[in-house]
């Protein structure tokens, strides 16, 4: 959404543009817990493959290496999240302004001329909202830039690991007697992995859907 657009949102459909907000602050709170979760189930999948190569022993020798980089992509996953969860914080500062400058602007354009026309220092008031709305549009766009870049770099790690889960995988098909248990700790993985995928990418296209 467009600084222009943004603006004039607030002077004809504000309630629109509450609904959009609001929308999307709920994703982000229902996306902030939904991650933890998934990003402390990864951590200990990861935690289990260790632990499953150390009982085997030198059967499990050359998994090892798999466990160990499962270790370190739900530690860089964790990382990730953490640039994500800076980036969030200034947008919707941004557009709880938003909402209150929407306000304001609405209020004060819903006075009647009576009112208008005995306190006049009520237009250059209404005036300073809407410098303040162009502004604070300016800053959700930059912010909402930012935040995108925060998503995509925590997709490239997700991809990474997805890579080593294949390798995982892969790694599991060939041991013996520890086969089915490396091959169901390498699914478990994959799965937890890809949820987190699928989460990164849903939460983009709800703030798409406010600032596209």
Known sequence: MSTSTLSHT?????????????????????????????????????????????????????????????????????????????????????????????????????????????????????????INLEQRAEQSLHAGTRLRQALARFEGVVAELEYVVVNGRIEAALKGDARAQLAQVSADMDNAVAQVRDLLRQYAEQIDKVLP
């Open 10 to 130: 607030s002077l004809n459909s504000a309630e629109r543009l509450c609904h959009s907000i609001l929308g999307v602050a709920d994703a982000t709170f229902s996306f902030q817990g939904q991650l933890q979760r998934r990003l402390r189930e990864i951590d200990r999948k990861a935690l289990n493959a260790q632990v499953l190569v150390k009982r085997h022993g030198k059967e499990l020798a050359g998994y090892g290496v798999v466990a160990q980089s499962f270790r370190e992509g739900a530690q860089q996953l964790q990382a990730a999240a953490t640039h994500v969860q800076k980036a969030i914080q200034p947008l919707m500062l941004g557009f709880m302004q938003t909402l209150r400058d929407t306000s304001h602007i609405d209020k004060l354009n819903g006075l009647a001329d009576e009112i208008r026309r005995q306190a006049p220092a009520l237009d250059e008031t209404l005036q300073n909202h809407r």
